[in-house]
């Protein structure tokens, strides 16, 4: 005979293992500090060379621009480039925290949700082994 409650918990295993349990699965790997600092420092590289391919695209898009700035000050123009390198840097390293931080919070909670359902299908299965 069949059980709803033992094909509900079965079906929704089964769909939290085919949707979120890949990359949750993949997450619970890391601790939670290895996990935000290794997605820091992604960060921190592709922030780099997104930024050093642009100012190699704008450098040859105005290099006439920057031939005749020979009476320009050229220290204050790099300090110039080098703070807004950092306020792009600061402001994108803080937001990947935060969001590396929340997501890695809801997969442990999916996961712990997850655990407790096949905890509870192991019960299901234990209580009708004896009758």
């Known amino acids: 005979m069949l059980d709803n409650r033992k094909i509900g918990l079965m079906a929704r295993l089964a769909l939290y293992e085919k949707r979120e ?6 997450l619970a790997k890391y601790y939670r500090s290895d996990y935000v600092r290794f997605q820091m420092l992604k960060t921190f590289f592709y922030v780099t060379l997104g ?3 642009l100012a190699v695209m704008l450098a040859a898009y105005k290099v006439e ?3 005749h700035i020979a009476e320009k000050n050229y220290v204050q123009f790099g300090l110039l480039l080098f703070a807004v390198y950092l306020l ?3 402001v994108s390293e803080l937001v990947t925290a935060f969001l590396s931080a929340y997501r890695i919070k ?3 909670e999916r996961l712990g949700k997850y655990y407790n359902n ?3 299908l192991r019960k299901y299965y234990k209580g009708n082994e004896e009758i």
């Open 21 to 26: 349990g890949k990359e949750d699965f993949r």
């Open 51 to 53: 930024l050093a391919i």
């Open 106 to 108: 809801n997969s442990r």
């Open 65 to 67: 621009y920057f031939f």
């Open 88 to 90: 792009i840097l600061v």
């Open 118 to 120: 096949l905890r509870s």
